[in-house]
Every structure is written in structure tokens, then in C-alpha cells.
T-cell receptor, first 114, second 113 residues
Framework: DARVTQTPRHKVTEMGQEVTMRCQPI?????VFWYRQTMMQGLELLAY????????DSGMPKDRFSAEMPDATLATLKIQPSEPRDSAVYFC????????????FGSGTQLSVL | GDSVTQMEGPVTLSEEAFLTINCTYT??????LFWYVQYPGEGLQLLLK?????DKGSNKGFEATYRKETTSFHLEKGSVQVSDSAVYFC????????????FGQGTTLQVKP
């Protein structure tokens, strides 16, 4: 079965360190989303790409977060420097078509910043 | 701005009970509406969808009807099972229909034997 692959599954790091999360979208999908999930805020949209171009990153703290798609098979989300409040589960999802009628989610990266 | 509001959880039911999880949305025009489900330790999966008013989405015994007059998309199931225990998210494409999905806070369902 085609699936969205996220690495790493778990990451524990110290405050101030750089964190890079990777996502391999499903082959043929042209949209990629990054979401952050916390108990307090629920699911927050961080960034949204279509055909590798960023369409919306208004939910992302620009001073420390960055999202890129170096090619169609890889999306990255970086945090530098990381802070304890960044602790959350980060999900990548991919879809296709104008309306993304069905999104496929990865299993997430659980990030703990100490 | 566009938003989705779900009933707060957790919802605790006995097996074979009737389930309703309320969802209302704020958006103009005719957004698409979705229910996603998240099992423990996993990402979200699409459960059902509706793309226009009065459409009924259904899957695995779950149903939801797109009601534009009340801006609602309530999730229902006639007889829940223990395996339905999960977190359920209502979502919409919002007013712009650019494909961006806006999610509600999620509602935890716990079904006891």
C-alpha cells in the first residue's frame, strides 16, 4: 500500500538544538501539508505546498521554523533553535488535485524538547 | 476566519450504543466537509466526506449529512463497537476551497464492552 513516510518517529533533543523532520509523500501526490498536534491546540496547520511551491505558511513561527520541498519525493520541516514549547507530534500529509479530496497522513514525528 | 467546532470529549459509550458527535463549521460558499479518524499512535485517516449540500457521506457504518442551513456535519453511528474507540476530527476546506484543510479540535470516543 502507498503510504506517507515520516522520519524519525521519535526525537528527543535539548533546547537550542536544530531539529529536522522528513517526509516522503506518496508518489504522484502534488500537495504536502505539515500539521502540529498538541493537547492544548489540537491540529494546527504549519505549511502547505502544491507542486513543491509553498502556498500557505501563515501558521508557522517564521523566526525558528522553516519548511521546504527540495524535490517531489522529500519535504522537510526544520526548527532552529528548538524550544520546549515545540514539543508536539508533527504530521505530514499528502494529497492530489485542486481540492485534496482525500489526504493521506504519515504516522507522525513525536518531538520532545527538554 | 474559517473554523470548525466540535463537541468536547471525551465521549464514553457502551458497546452497541448510538453515537452522535456534533460538528459545525464557519465558512462562506460551499466548502467540502470531512470526518477523519485517528487511532492511537497513528496518523489521521479519512472516514467519510461530503462535497455539496444535502450530500450524505458514509463508511463503516458511520454517516454524516451536509446541512448548509445549519452549517453542520454531525457524525452518527447506530451501534458502536470497542474498535471504534479513537479520536474523530471534523474538517473543512473553508471558504477559499484552495484545498487547505481546517480541522476541529477532535473528539475522543471511548467505547466500553
Amino acid at each position: 500500500d502507498a503510504r506517507v513516510t515520516q522520519t524519525p518517529r521519535h526525537k528527543v533533543t535539548e533546547m537550542g538544538q536544530e531539529v529536522t523532520m522528513r517526509c516522503q509523500p506518496i508518489l504522484g501526490h502534488n500537495t504536502v501539508f505539515w500539521y502540529r498536534q498538541t493537547m492544548m491546540q489540537g491540529l494546527e496547520l504549519l505549511a502547505y505546498f502544491r507542486n513543491r511551491a509553498p502556498l500557505d505558511d501563515s501558521g508557522m513561527p517564521k523566526d525558528r521554523f522553516s519548511a521546504e520541498m527540495p524535490d517531489a519525493t522529500l519535504a522537510t520541516l526544520k526548527i532552529q533553535p528548538s524550544e520546549p514549547r515545540d514539543s508536539a507530534v508533527y504530521f505530514c500529509a499528502s494529497g492530489f488535485g485542486q481540492l485534496n479530496e482525500k489526504l493521506f497522513f504519515g504516522s507522525g514525528t513525536q518531538l520532545s524538547v527538554l | 476566519g474559517d473554523s470548525v467546532t466540535q463537541m468536547e470529549g471525551p465521549v464514553t459509550l457502551s458497546e452497541e450504543a448510538f453515537l452522535t458527535i456534533n460538528c459545525t463549521y464557519t465558512a462562506t460558499g460551499y466548502p467540502s466537509l470531512f470526518w477523519y479518524v485517528q487511532y492511537p499512535g497513528e496518523g489521521l485517516q479519512l472516514l467519510l466526506k461530503a462535497t455539496k449540500a444535502d450530500d450524505k457521506g458514509s463508511n463503516k457504518g458511520f454517516e454524516a449529512t451536509y446541512r448548509k442551513e445549519t452549517t453542520s456535519f454531525h457524525l452518527e453511528k447506530g451501534s458502536v463497537q470497542v474498535s471504534d474507540s479513537a479520536v474523530y476530527f471534523c474538517a473543512t476546506t473553508g471558504s477559499s476551497n484552495t484545498g487547505k484543510l481546517i480541522f476541529g479540535q477532535g473528539t475522543t470516543l471511548q467505547v466500553k464492552p
